[in-house]
């Protein structure tokens, strides 16, 4: 076995520990910064890009041939899947080309004998982004420093594993390891695989495979193994960026190492075959071929072979992978009610819509009385939820629109019309609890105690009618919620009043009143809101108990 001796424990485990803290915080701040800097531009631009499985194929194998980092683009991909900017079938295609971009590394190992290296640029993106992050006062060049930072920290990390790792790569010796037959391929491929792990780079363990091959230390076919493993180990590094991730995220990395693993299994397998069918082609041309420069094609032709492997079978994967890692918010926004059978039957399809926009009220009511607790929710804690409530709004406007197609009478049609806005105001109200959410985590400067004991019994009015809302949408009573709304538009007008008085006289900063006036006048309209889809509930209610058959119906007649 290989000398060891030589490399730190000490130094392999702090070198470790430090190199992974740097990582993970470095995916937080980027996921982050994107999440908050990008929005629907940026998301719009990667849209575009990835629209089309072709596409998303050209734009991994693109990017990464240029920065040289197979590394970068898998994480930045499940940076976006992370932030919501990518869906889960854009981000996969475009793992698949990056698979095949890093194939780059290999020939120009072959041919120019170095390795590019994208964590050069770690302290420089640390250092411009903390800066942007620091001085910049608009919110989207602030967080786009924010996102700069987190890549350079992210990458520095990474380097930091690969120098702890610095030893023990050179006390390896490829061939003490090399065993004749199908064991010493596996051999091969798990210590390929073991190399990629702890350097945390592809591009290094096929660099020894590559030098092994050319001074004849490794047969080709132990060398063409140790490129197979290589390959398959830089899995880890995506499993490792998902810790603490969103599904879609998780579900981005399992699609990376269902490609890696598959493509790695049949590379294997036809191993021997698919080395002589490349030597005999390039041997075709008259020139014998060098072994570097052999294994670099092998390289590029067996991740070509696994993206030919995922047309027939990424979408089963995808839709697989879609049922996989959900969480309590995804369960929820599943339609319980909502299905074929039932929407061409326009009765039976407004008693599904009601009981789905039920559930819909009672996501919505939860995320605003969330929002306008005591103490601020903290960041990212209603993004599932609202997104929850987004995706079963548009279930339920896609479900009414099946329905409508049917033949119906009028106050059915009504009723389904109906079903369609109610979700749409439960819709904003999470959208406003969320802007609400987010103003209120905000630094913002001292109040006078009395603005302080206001704004509390004016939150307290708010989250006491939003409960009537709710509670008055089941029990058709409307004299309750009708005294609290008018008790909530008059406090508001009272606090209003208060901060404009207390900003105009210096009491309060301008923008600290300012700030506290879009509070409050978003929670005003979330009153508002949830009063209008309490009203059109019941009158969706009456329409219903028009339609709905009656027991006594079926009876017999005496």
């Known amino acids: 076995m290989p000398e060891l001796s030589q490399v730190s424990t000490y130094t392999l485990l702090a070198g470790f520990l430090g190199g992974l803290g740097l990582f993970l915080l470095g995916m937080s701040l980027l996921t982050e910064g994107l999440k908050t800097a990008g929005g629907k531009a940026l998301q719009h631009i990667l849209g575009e890009w990835t629209r089309t499985r072709p596409r998303a194929l050209a734009s991994g194998i693109g990017v990464t041939a240029l920065v040289q980092s197979s590394s970068a683009v898998t994480v930045a991909i499940i940076g976006f899947a992370n932030a919501g900017l990518l869906t889960v079938g854009q981000s996969v295609w475009v793992i698949f080309g990056s698979n095949v971009g890093t194939t780059m590394t290999g020939w120009l190992v072959a041919i120019l004998g170095f390795d590019i290296r994208i964590e050069a640029f770690a302290l420089p993106a640390i250092g411009v982004g903390a800066l942007l992050y620091l001085f910049l006062r608009a919110t989207r060049p602030r967080h786009l420093g924010l996102a700069l930072a987190g890549f350079g920290l992210l990458f520095l990390g990474i380097d930091v594993l690969r120098e702890a790792f610095t030893g023990l790569s050179n006390n390896v010796e490829l061939d003490v390891l090399a065993r004749p037959g199908f064991t010493g391929l596996l051999i091969m491929v798990g210590l390929g695989a073991l190399l990629t792990v702890l350097m945390q780079s592809s591009s290094a363990s096929m660099a020894m495979a590559l030098t092994a091959a050319m001074t004849g230390a490794l047969p080709l076919e132990a060398a063409a193994a140790a490129v197979i493993g290589a390959n398959l180990g830089t899995t880890v590094k995506a499993l490792l960026v998902v810790i603490g991730a969103t599904p879609n995220a998780k579900r981005v990395a399992a699609a990376h190492v269902i490609f890696n693993g598959l493509t790695a299994l049949v590379a294997l397998l036809i191993l021997p075959w698919f080395l002589a069918a490349i030597a005999w082609v ?186 009537l809302a709710r509670l008055e949408a089941d029990n058709g009573q409307s004299d309750a919620m009708g005294a609290a709304v008018e008790a909530v538009e008059q406090a508001y007008h009272e606090l209003k009043a208060a901060l404009l008085r207390e900003g105009t006289f210096g009491s309060l900063s301008l923008t600290e009143m300012e700030r506290q006036l879009r509070i409050i006048s978003m929670a005003r309209r979330l009153v508002t809101e949830s009063d209008k889809a309490r009203r059109h509930a019941e009158s969706m209610h009456e329409r219903l108990e028009g339609v709905r058959p009656h027991p006594d119906d079926s009876a017999e007649t005496p």
């Not at 670099?296 to 696994?306: P, Q």
């Not at 995808?318 to 009610?337: G, M, S, V, Y």
């Not at 607790?373 to 279930?395: F, H, I, K, N, S």
């Not at 009478?409 to 019309?417: C, G, L, S």
Request: glycine share 4%; aromatic share 6%.
């Open 282 to 467: 390039w041997g075709s041309t008259g020139e014998a071929p060098a072994p570097a420069m052999l294994l670099a094609v092998f390289h590029t032709a067996f991740n070509l072979l696994g993206v030919l492997l995922m047309v027939p079978v990424a979408p089963a994967m995808i839709r697989w992978l879609q049922h996989r890692f959900r969480t309590a918010e995804e369960d929820a926004a599943r339609p319980r009610f909502l299905d074929n059978s039932s929407s061409g039957v326009p009765e039976l399809a407004l008693q599904a819509l009601w009981q789905e926009i039920d559930r819909l009220a009672d996501m919505s009511h939860h995320i605003a009385r969330e929002a306008l607790q005591p103490a601020p929710p903290r960041e990212g804690r209603l993004d599932a939820p609202r997104a929850g409530v987004e995706r079963l709004t548009r279930a339920i406007g896609e479900f009414a629109s099946r329905a409508a197609r049917s033949p119906m009478a009028e106050p059915v049609a009504d009723a389904i019309a109906d079903s369609v806005r109610i979700a749409r105001y439960h819709q904003e109200i999470a959208v406003l609890a969320c802007e609400i959410a987010s103003l209120r985590r905000e630094p913002g400067s001292s109040e006078p105690p009395a603005i302080s004991r206001q704004r509390r019994g004016w939150q307290e009015q708010v989250i006491r009618a939003l409960d």
